[in-house]
């Protein structure tokens, strides 16, 4: 039961940073928009704490099924989403898998594919542009459909924001594994 628990705390966390990351958008579309390339430095607290929780599979498909269940409860998950984040799981728990469930090499490379979660929320203004500008203009302030625009069709700087999230992946991992050295060790060999 205190396991439950734990992963329950780890799931409404993980869910923190999913609303932080979409609340960013109110200071401009591109937070939005990029904001997933630096949330890893987060996410890998949680993704490494609920591995030990997990020293087999699920921690990813824990973590990430609750936000899809969520999201779809309140109308948030759309095609692209619901895509993105099986994806996203699959390859998470493959590489965990294949990397062994029970060892720090298994968690840190199989980060890297659950690094891009908070992406396949955004997906929507690239695969559902259309939808996307009118709901920002039904929802948010005169204009910002304009500067979303700008975003959406900034191609080259999408692909380089997903190209430095590995990086940020692999970085927020390794701080993860030092700060949380004890309860990794222990569990993760």
Not at 111 to 138: C, G, I
Request: a positive charge; aromatic letters at 14%.
């Amino acid at each position: 039961m205190k396991s439950v628990f734990k992963v329950l705390l780890m799931a409404i966390v993980y869910l923190a940073t999913f609303i932080i990351g979409a609340a960013s958008g109110a200071i401009h579309p591109a937070f939005y928009a990029y904001i997933g390339a630096v949330l890893p430095l987060l996410t890998a607290f949680i993704y490494l704490y609920t591995c030990t929780l997990f020293p087999h599979f699920g921690a990813a498909t824990a973590l990430n099924g609750f936000i899809l269940v969520l999201f779809l409860i309140v109308g948030e998950a759309d095609v692209a989403f619901i895509i993105g984040m099986v994806v996203v799981t699959v390859l998470t728990e493959i590489i965990r898998k294949m990397k062994g469930y029970d060892t720090l090499k298994g968690v840190r490379w199989s980060f890297v594919p659950f690094a891009f979660s908070f992406f396949a929320y955004t997906a929507h203004w690239w695969t559902d542009t259309d939808n996307s500008l009118a709901a920002a203009v039904e929802e948010m302030p005169a204009g910002y459909d304009q500067l979303m625009l700008t975003v959406i069709n900034n191609i080259p700087m999408l692909v380089v924001v997903l190209v430095v999230t590995i990086p940020v992946a692999l970085l927020g991992i390794r701080i993860a594994t030092r700060a949380l050295k004890k309860n990794t060790t222990t569990v993760l060999k």
